[in-house]
């Protein structure tokens, strides 16, 4: 019986753009102020000028840990696990009611058009939600878990 290979594929920045776009869920890792990690599971999605967004509320640790150092990383997985990357960026916390735009394009790019803007908006400002938007800096390769090569034929 052949085994699955594990794969690592070193891809380009367009290519991870077009692998991260239909995947929603990942886990965010923040520094926490003894420079520890803190890690959460997020819904993503990635913005028009190629950013990964997470909505989330400022008090969440993972805001609070943004908004100090904005160094962050997320394992970006699809919905079966298998494959995934990690990304690596600089963060910024956008608070609501600043930049709707930005919940709106976060909305869209993740769930398509929303029957009411005015009421998604509202429900942002009244919620006191924020968006955590990374921009990002480096990433590794897009990794499908498996055997070993050296054992894929036993």
Same mark, same amino acid.
């Given at each position: 019986?052949? *085994?699955?290979?594990? =794969?690592?594929? @070193? #891809? /380009?920045?367009?290519?991870?753009?077009?692998?991260?776009? !239909?995947?929603?869920?990942?886990?965010?890792?923040?520094?926490?102020?003894?420079?520890?990690?803190?890690?959460?599971?997020?819904?993503?999605?990635?913005?028009?000028?190629?950013?990964?967004?997470?909505?989330?509320?400022?008090?969440?640790?993972?805001? *609070?840990?943004?908004? =100090?150092?904005? @160094? #962050? /990383?997320?394992?970006?997985?699809?919905?079966?696990?298998? !494959?995934?990357?990690?990304?690596?960026?600089?963060?910024?916390?956008?608070?609501?009611?600043?930049?709707?735009?930005?919940?709106?394009?976060?909305?869209?790019?993740?769930?398509?058009?929303?029957?009411?803007?005015?009421?998604?908006?509202?429900?942002?400002?009244?919620?006191?939600?924020?968006?955590?938007?990374?921009?990002?800096?480096?990433?590794?390769?897009?990794?499908?878990?498996?055997?070993?090569?050296?054992?894929?034929?036993?």
């Amino acid at each position: 019986m052949t *085994r699955k290979i594990a =794969r690592a594929d @070193r #891809v /380009s920045r367009a290519e991870l753009i077009e692998f991260l776009r !239909p995947r929603h869920h990942a886990i965010l890792a923040t520094r926490r102020r003894d420079g520890s990690p803190q890690m959460s599971p997020v819904t993503c999605g990635v913005d028009d000028s190629g950013r990964v967004v997470v909505s989330t509320y400022p008090e969440r640790a993972k805001a *609070r840990n943004a908004r =100090r150092d904005p @160094r #962050v /990383s997320l394992c970006v997985v699809s919905d079966e696990w298998d !494959p995934w990357v990690q990304v690596d960026g600089t963060a910024e916390v956008i608070d609501a009611p600043h930049g709707l735009d930005a919940f709106v394009e976060y909305y869209r790019n993740i769930a398509g058009e929303h029957p009411d803007w005015d009421e998604y908006r509202a429900a942002m400002v009244a919620q006191g939600k924020c968006l955590i938007r990374v921009t990002i800096d480096s990433w590794g390769p897009v990794a499908t878990g498996g055997f070993p090569a050296r054992l894929a034929q036993g």
